[in-house]
């Protein structure tokens, strides 16, 4: 007969954690280098666009993808984020929960601004596919910003979709939220379980915003990368170094017994 072991899930190790950061930063770069220099990245942003334009949906399923769509929306990821964390709080994980929303949102704040102000690409709805690149564009917006009385920063500021980047860090870090080491209600298959099903709000906010044609297929791809950045800067405050939580004790005896062997065996 197996043993009923303890399911609670195991954190991952930093190491682990920081490899796969370097790997996604890495992607992120390299797509933001082919869309600055037109690489073959951006090959299909053209013929997607131009298929999906005139294909636009309309009526029930033009509502139903716009408001799938906007579970990439602030107004919907920072209460869900901020409310699961301090709902963990409340169950006695500490300061890490409400650490990692902040950072991860703060991250993708900062990270996304840089990025769509410094790349300065024009949205597929202007019928033109133009990228302006430049620290400059990171001066003027400041400028606009902090100086009163100021002319708005007039750039363009399309890549990469935030829609998408908002979902790809939410979704699964409201997964490790719920069920991880450091959640809600610590459960290893659960976790696993949750993991899975946050991959659909994920693929479904990045596929539409390029089928409604507010972003072109490269941006999509961008903003679930720059998602994953964060994500994974957020899991190193959130569990990357919490210890392995033992089970109960009356939990490692009903193991043994469950096992046929004796507390105590050994």
Not at 15 to 21: K, M, T, Y
Not at 131 to 160: K, R, T
Request: with cysteine; hydrophobic share 55%.
């Amino acid at each position: 007969m197996t043993s009923h072991r303890a399911v609670l899930p195991k954190a991952p190790a930093p190491r682990l954690l920081a490899g796969w950061l370097a790997v996604a930063a890495g992607a992120l770069t390299a797509v933001t280098w082919q869309v600055i220099v037109g690489g073959p990245v951006t090959a299909l942003d053209w013929p997607v666009h131009a298929f999906v334009d005139p294909r636009q949906p309309e009526g029930p399923l033009l509502w139903a993808a716009v408001a799938t769509a906007r579970l990439g929306q602030r107004l919907i990821t920072i209460p869900l984020l901020v409310g699961l964390a301090i709902w963990a709080m409340r169950r006695g994980r500490g300061w890490r929960p409400l650490g990692a929303v902040l950072t991860g949102l703060g991250s993708l704040a900062v990270l996304g601004t840089l990025l769509k102000v410094g790349v300065g690409r024009s949205p597929p709805v202007l019928e033109v596919d133009t990228v302006s690149p430049g620290a400059g564009n990171i001066a003027a917006w400041v400028y606009a910003l902090l100086v009163p009385g100021a002319p708005p920063f007039d750039g363009y500021v399309s890549f990469p979709s935030g829609h998408a980047a908002n979902a790809a860090l939410t979704y699964p870090l409201a997964a490790w939220l719920l069920f991880g080491a450091n959640g809600v209600f610590p459960h290893a298959r659960r976790l696993r379980y949750a993991l899975g099903c946050s991959l659909l709000p994920v693929a479904a906010v990045g596929v539409l915003v390029t089928v409604l044609d507010y972003h072109w297929l490269s941006e999509s791809v961008a903003g679930w990368l720059l998602g994953a950045v964060v994500l994974l800067v957020a899991l190193l405050v959130l569990e990357a170094r919490t210890p392995d939580r033992a089970a109960p004790p009356h939990q490692h005896a009903m193991s043994q017994v469950m096992a046929d062997e004796p507390p105590g065996s050994g």
